[in-house]
């Protein structure tokens, strides 16, 4: 009697807690295809790499445990805090992975966030970090023209379906315009641009690279694709030469200096028009670096830059409205001009 009594409500308890776990959990197919049984509310996220990280800051800083590295002084004074200063907690995805299984498991997170490439071994490394957490692990569309569903689906993920909409609707409508006003824009107008990466300018995108997916999206022609396929690629100052292009396109101070400085540089046209342009960087880069939704600010800066007289208008309102709705700061007007005059002479971060 005994036995079949507590069998009996062995049995009783497994059936009231299957609802109870039911309710406690949810699937959904991530952009990487996968099936993930995710918590019903997530309080706490582990960013795998930088994109995820800003990602989640700029639609629930509250969610985010960590950065993949410490912000240094001048990136907190664009953030809000505390979350500025939220502790380094490394990152699982790309290079330099720094943050192992142990690491992810002490932080007790109720989801892992990756944003980025969504196949081959970013699928690997999602259900390999899966299976040895336990936690899991969701893997979303970082591309340039994914960003307003991308949004989307976080925020559907994360019950911040309005804020994910307010912030999906401004990209849309900004993408729009430039859309709107480039549609006449004659073939021979579209600028060859170079975008130089490091100390000597001789790392650069090739056709297809995600970081300069911002040149597709203002219409200017990418000087290096006729290079090959795929991410980033060193190349040489011979090669730079033999295309002369119209505009270079840097986020590296050190390589806009050596621009002005270098006679090897100098023969080409853009530095000889004084076409060259230094990005801004801060909080993160606006045209790549890393290649997140913090890219949305630098395709709206690099319009005006581009084609003056197409978007005529002051940037200085849009910035403001850009970093108080993404980045949660409202910033000064000699904030906002410090900003742009890093971009216009190249000068040291304000």
Do not use: C
């Not at 009231?16 to 991530?30: E, I, N």
């Not at 969701?138 to 379906?161: E, H, K, N, V």
């Not at 790392?203 to 995600?210: H, K, R």
């Amino acid at each position: 009697m005994r036995r079949a009594a507590a069998i009996l409500i062995t049995a009783l308890m497994l059936v009231l807690a299957g609802p109870v776990q039911t309710a406690l959990a949810r699937s959904m197919t991530d952009d990487g295809g996968r099936v993930v049984t995710v918590p019903d509310k997530v309080e706490r996220v582990f960013a795998a790499g930088p994109p995820a990280a800003i990602l989640l800051y700029t639609l629930a800083p509250d969610l985010l445990l960590g950065w993949p590295r410490e912000n240094r002084a001048r990136e907190k004074a664009f953030l809000a805090e505390p979350y500025a200063s939220l502790p380094a907690t490394g990152r699982i995805a790309g290079r330099g992975s720094s943050a192992g299984p142990e690491t992810v498991l002490a932080l007790k997170p109720d989801l892992i966030l990756d944003v980025g490439a969504t196949r081959g071994s970013f699928v690997d490394s999602a259900d390999r970090t899966q299976q040895q957490t336990g936690i899991p692990y969701i893997l979303l569309d970082g591309r340039y023209a994914a960003i307003p569903r991308t949004y989307r689906t976080l925020g559907a993920l994360l019950g911040r379906a309005d804020k994910a909409e307010e912030l999906a609707g401004w990209a849309e409508a900004m993408l729009a315009d430039i859309d709107r006003r480039l549609s006449t824009l004659p073939p021979d107008r579209r600028p060859r641009v170079y975008y130089g990466r490091g100390t000597d300018g001789l790392q650069t995108g090739l056709a297809g690279s995600i970081n300069l997916e911002v040149l597709d999206r203002v219409g200017a022609v990418n000087a290096a694709a006729g290079a090959g396929a795929g991410g980033l690629a060193e190349v040489s100052l011979e090669q730079v030469l033999a295309w002369d292009p119209d505009v270079i396109l840097t986020i590296d101070p050190n390589f806009h200096r050596r621009l002005g400085s270098d006679p090897r540089w100098q023969v080409l046209r853009a530095v000889r028009e004084g076409r060259v342009y230094l990005s801004p960087r801060l909080p993160f880069g606006w045209v790549d670096f890393p290649p997140g939704v913090n890219r949305l600010i630098g395709a709206r800066w690099l319009v005006s830059v581009l084609y003056p007289d197409l978007f005529p208008e002051d940037i200085r309102p849009i910035v403001r409205d850009f970093y108080q709705r993404f980045y949660h700061v409202t910033l000064s007007d000699a904030r906002i001009g410090a900003l742009l005059a890093v971009a216009e002479a190249g000068e040291v971060d304000p």
